[in-house]
């Protein structure tokens, strides 16, 4: 049997038009990240399954997770997350390095998902996590770097918003109201996070399998229907829970001095697992009818550190998969063409003798910085020009019989048709004129 | 007990500062490739092995890969070199799309090897590959591929050689000459490849293993000893071997036109493995003293598509290690100094009532392309430089109270020492003032 041509289930192959697509999506994040101080860090590939295990608990370990033992007995896993690495990493540096610590990484990772729209088993996120900092004001420039983030992609409020919560105000709700107990707790949380896929009727059913009081369902129903930070204000403070606004507020009136309150909406389903998250939460959501789901997700934290037996070093931090950010630019035409490499300039043998020269030539351009393409064999005129368009070359070069005795070449500009004769060595003409494209 | 805060076994961690160095290396690497007209490429992180083995036969199997079992009984493995994949991909499309194709990538890779030295479990590697064009151009170009990018890290032939063989000629000495069985042809290239790290002793001893005849001991000690083309071209003549010589004399004729004679040294002991290649093969190699050793390696193959059941397609190509490549430009003090990150300005608050107006200029900014970092915290005048310095800041931009008051900003050109003041709202300005630095 013929070995399969097709890559390993739930992977991509990217071949050139997707892995520019790819470089695209990884210059726009990099270059912003960049522009807000953030530096690039990155790690291993394989990491012991321990650091899983404290970071996640068990379940990511037994369902998702690409894990072996090695030939010396270790038991390892593909990174399934960045996190875990970034937390051993901060971990190692953060007494000896000056806070605040903002870093970002764009890793592959692996999860064992069962492949479908949106959902791979490898795929690329960029992580961008600040430490150390006042966490409004890390809460604040990280939303910031998410907005440039889409603006530097082209889109704006009316393709995304960025749905807004605080752990602090979900936490007071359960703990300080409903008084609901950690195992009710922990199943509220789930019927939370699914609860806008659901029908009315099937909310209700789950709501009522936790078994709260008649009083705390309709506490809970009433802070699930709320749907403005004013609304969550009024409820919070008729129930004498104010004080864990207070974040959440000074959060806020830094938004609106700052501008970027137009993309945020408050949303009580935001909450993002039990664990981990200590402050603001959000989630980005495409706007666009047909792709509405969450692009990103991030929010505060405190405890990153606390499995290493560290003091706490506040962080907020989000992530952004390569997958449903490409179907988010593609789903509102955002996506620039990436069909054809881009060269700027092929040099076209059509006579044998003419190699060496062009590929002197080709050197010397080279030396200049242009990006030059050379026919290893000869293409007759006929094929010259589909080749320089598949390449996206912006002029084409080529020596016929009386060039090659002349020593001299015809430079076509393909865009303009213009075609201009030069001397061999005269290369600062024709440096000038590529530059004049 | 606390979990480690070291990275598994053989992998590294990147931190900010080697980071940049790998973008570094990563970026002239791209540069380099896009420059000759080669696109970018990626596969899978793991491939079925199915793949390794045809390609690679059991051995590489059996002692260095890491494989194991997915949770949908697939038999899969962390790629440990991208050939395979590479040929996956190129067997896919390879009917459909216009020849030559130039592919290149910078794959993560891992082999559990014992870690010493410029050699980990998990390192990066540039493969730039070109095929379905004639061999001796497509040699000639891959080695100008290779010439420029080590150029481009800024080394010249005072730093690197490339050693420089052909296949058609071992296999002419050994099947014509020595008329050898496959067996101890095995045996010979085994030795051939570790030759030069052999005393004279040693050689000798592994020599008189193969039991070769008197004759062809004689003559493959004297193949063995030649060190230039002229002496190899004589010592086939005198044997009647010239036929063998032919593509490699073409291949050298094109190589002196086109000036990389300079960089290329016969060298009968480069051989690269048994099967896989077919033509010129050549290991780039480090000339200082300190640092002897392959820092790449490539040639010609011919049957890459083979184990695909797929037509012939000639193929040269070449991969170099980020492990290596780092060791030789450090050796020779050509990587630049990477310790700190490049921002344009740092935005230091020392007055809290600062913050709004730092963090709407700071937007500003970045709108107009620029890197700017801004403090969260208060920071005092005394600690405000030594943090721009450290963040690698061209300015630094600061508000007192009197600024605040009168809506103006200090901006201090830490090279030049020379400090301004700015009104806030005067972006045009303060642009201006950035871009001149």
Sequence with gaps: MALSKEPYRGTRDFFPVDKRIRDYLFSVMEKTALSFGYESYDGPILEEVELYKAKSGEELINDQIYSFVDRGERFVAIRPEMTPTLARMVAKVHREIQKPIRWFSIPNLMRYEKPQRGRVREHWQLNVDIFGASPSHSALEILQVVITLFKNFGANESHFEILINDRNIVDAVFNQLLQTSAEQNYRLYKIIDKSKKLTPEA???????????????????????????????????????????????????????????????????????????????????????????????????????????????????????????????????????????????????????????????????????????????????????????????LFIGFMGGDEVNQQTIQIKNLGTKEQTSFQLNDLEKIVNHLKNK
């Design 203 to 393: 909310l209700e059913k789950l709501i009522n399998e936790v078994q709260l009081s008649e009083q705390a369902k309709i506490l809970f129903k009433e802070y699930l229907n709320m749907s403005s930070f004013d609304e969550v204000q009024t409820f919070l403070k008729t129930h004498r829970l104010e004080s864990s606004l207070q974040e959440f507020s000074t959060f806020l009136e830094l938004a609106k001095s700052c501008h970027i309150t137009p993309f945020l909406k408050y949303d009580p389903t935001i909450v993002r697992g039990l664990d981990y998250y200590t402050g603001v939460v959000f989630e980005v959501f495409d706007k666009h009818p047909d792709n509405r789901r969450a692009l990103s997700g991030g929010g505060a934290y405190a405890h990153l550190l606390k499995i290493f037996n560290e003091e706490s070093v506040p962080g907020v931090g989000f992530g952004l998969g390569d997958v449903t950010l490409r179907d988010f630019l593609e789903t509102h035409k955002l996506l620039p063409n990436f069909d054809v490499a881009s060269n700027d300039i092929a040099l076209v043998m059509n006579d044998p003798n003419s190699f060496v020269a062009l590929n002197q030539l080709a050197s010397s351009l080279r030396s200049n910085g242009f990006k030059v393409i050379q026919t290893l064999d000869c293409l007759n005129f006929k094929k010259m020009f589909p080749f320089a368009e598949k390449k996206g070359a």
